[in-house]
């Protein structure tokens, strides 16, 4: 079992910025690969980015390409994602994903972006 708790999130105003946090219950260089997902109301939920913990290899999203960051700690067992730009379109509830044998997901964290 992976238990993954996200925090972070909150309500910023176009242009504005955030930092998302997720803590993992297990070693996260073991996992190997760790992900942020976003679901908005109505929509499916989809991949924004995500990241080799052992070798630091990132991918994006096109919709979130240069203006978020993907990182992770491994001694902290923590992956981040920095989002910087933030548009209107990037509210929705974020997730942490993880694949162990079988899918894992945080909680959740909302995100909104709103004037």
């Known amino acids: 079992q992976v238990q993954l708790v996200e925090s972070g999130g909150g309500l910023v105003h176009p242009g504005g910025s955030l930092r998302l946090s997720c803590a993992a219950s297990?070693?996260?260089?073991?996992?190997?690969?760790m992900g942020w997902y976003r679901q908005a109301p109505g929509k499916e939920r989809e991949l924004v980015a995500r990241?080799?913990?052992?070798?630091?290899?990132?991918y994006y999203a096109d919709s979130v390409k240069g203006r978020f960051t993907i990182s992770r700690d491994n001694a902290k067992n923590t992956v981040y994602l920095v989002m910087s730009s933030l548009k209107p379109e990037d509210t929705a509830v974020y997730y942490c994903n993880t694949n162990r044998g079988q899918e894992f997901w945080g909680q959740g964290t909302q995100v909104t972006v709103s004037s």
């Open positions: 297990v070693s996260i260089f073991s996992i190997n690969v």
């Open positions: 990241i080799n913990t052992q070798l630091g290899n990132t």
